[in-house]
């Protein structure tokens, strides 16, 4: 079992930055396809950004481009997720899944292609 687990949400002013980590205890993130999501109240869960696991390649969602920056900490196993330029609607919990070898974060991030989800973090953007 994968246990994975969110960290880093929380209050922002529009305009500012967060920074959101993903672990796995006991399992190497790097063998992994890392996807993050948000999903919003009354609303459908959508991709932010992935890493993929066998070139490190990176995809992110139109919304989010030249704002959110993905990338992991191999020593760490820990992958991360930068958000800068916060807008309220961004405002969401935002969760990490993981995919265990190739096959996702070919150029998109969707969350039928994840098998493992961690609980979520919220976060808020408000002034």
């Known amino acids: 079992q994968v246990q994975v687990v969110e960290s880093g949400g929380g209050l922002v002013q529009p305009g500012g930055s967060l920074r959101l980590s993903c672990a796995a205890s006991?399992?190497?993130?790097?063998?992994?396809?890392i996807g993050w999501f948000h999903q919003a109240p009354g609303k459908e869960r959508e991709g932010v950004s992935c890493i993929s696991s066998r070139d490190g390649s990176t995809h992110y969602a139109d919304s989010v481009k030249g704002r959110f920056t993905i990338s992991r900490d191999s020593a760490k196993n820990t992958v991360y997720l930068e958000m800068n330029s916060l807008k309220p609607e961004d405002a969401a919990y935002y969760y990490c899944?993981?995919?265990?070898?190739?096959?996702?974060?070919?150029?998109?991030?969707?969350?039928?292609?994840?098998?493992?989800w961690g609980q979520g973090t919220q976060v808020t953007v408000s002034s």
């Open positions: 899944a993981l995919h265990l070898g190739p096959g996702a974060c070919v150029g998109r991030v969707e969350p039928y292609e994840y098998q493992y």
């Open positions: 006991g399992h190497t993130l790097d063998y992994y396809a």
